[in-house]
């Protein structure tokens, strides 16, 4: 299994909680209905997996990226969703440093979102510049996504700023006849990405704050009992002290009394020790 520090923590800091509390700190989402259970369940079971495993995601999404790339290494129509005035066919091994600079990094999407982005990014906008568009340039739309997903914020803004330059680039090199309707469908196809990492990026946010409250509230609750607990225990306490002192008290002084009834009059300090067992 990979080091959880290799890959961001999910959020499941209430669900550990409630798992040490005997309770289940997941909130209810679906309302009972049979089909969302069912739904949940199997992205229960994939988070799992994922926790577990999360090479396994990574490798899937890497080898996906290559193989819908890979016409374009076989001597394939170089992908262009556009039409554009070649300045002359790149080399064989060119394609493929750009499709490994496309590809490869999406490995790290999740360990290190902003070096992968980088890194695609200087690969984009090398096929761009040199009037390519090679299929697995898909990729940007990928680490767009996992940068607002896994990210740093404050990167967001940069990473923004170069998509917009790059993609304006892009579609000013395409051949277009309206370059500037190609660069709004591409730029608005990578706010999409962005906008969609962002969603995800918060409603993990909120359930992770739900499954902490629920479990901070199970362990008050808890606590609570324990408290009422011990409150009861010490009423308890006391009034049993202080009845156990009031006999001891009624049985000391009638032992006191018999003592002294015993030396003046026995026959009445007798009477007084036959009635101690009354007590």
Same mark, same amino acid.
């Given at each position: ?16 909680? =409630? @798992?040490? $509390? !005997? ?5 209810? %989402?679906? +309302? ?6 069912? #739904? /949940? ?33 076989? =001597? @394939?129509? $170089? !992908? ?5 005035? %070649?300045? +002359? ?6 394609? #493929? /440093? ?54 740093? #914020? ?55 704050? #739900? ?69």
């Amino acid at each position: 299994m990979e080091d959880e520090t290799r890959y961001p923590p999910r959020p499941d800091i209430g669900a550990g909680a =409630g @798992a040490r $509390t !005997g309770f289940s700190a997941k909130p209810d %989402r679906t +309302g009972g209905h049979p089909f969302l259970d069912r #739904l /949940l369940g199997w992205q229960q079971r994939l988070q799992d997996i994922d926790h577990r495993s999360p090479w396994i995601l990574d490798t899937a999404v890497v080898l996906f990226v290559a193989l819908l790339g890979l016409p374009d290494l076989l =001597g @394939a129509q $170089t !992908g262009r969703p556009l039409p554009a005035v %070649r300045e +002359g066919e790149p080399s064989t091994t060119v394609l #493929l /440093l750009l499709h490994a600079g496309l590809v490869l990094p999406l490995w790290w999407r999740r360990r290190a979102p902003a070096v992968a982005f980088g890194v695609i990014a200087a690969a984009c906008l090398t096929q761009w510049i040199i009037a390519v568009w090679l299929r697995s340039g898909i990729s940007l739309l990928l680490i767009l996504y996992s940068l607002a997903l896994y990210g740093a #914020l404050k990167v967001l803004p940069w990473a923004a700023a170069v998509t917009v330059a790059g993609l304006g680039l892009a579609a000013f090199r395409s051949g277009t006849d309206q370059p500037w309707l190609t660069a709004f469908f591409l730029i608005g196809t990578a706010t999409a990405a962005l906008a969609l990492g962002l969603v995800f990026r918060i409603i993990r946010a909120y359930l992770a704050a #739900l499954e902490d409250r629920a479990a901070r509230l199970q362990i008050e609750q808890e606590q609570r009992a324990r408290l009422t607990a011990a409150s009861e225990r010490a009423r308890v306490a006391r009034e049993m002290h202080d009845i156990v002192g009031h006999n001891l008290a009624v049985i000391v002084g009638l032992a006191d009394g018999a003592a002294s009834l015993a030396v003046s009059r026995p026959e009445r300090g007798v009477n007084g020790l036959v009635v101690l067992p009354a007590v």
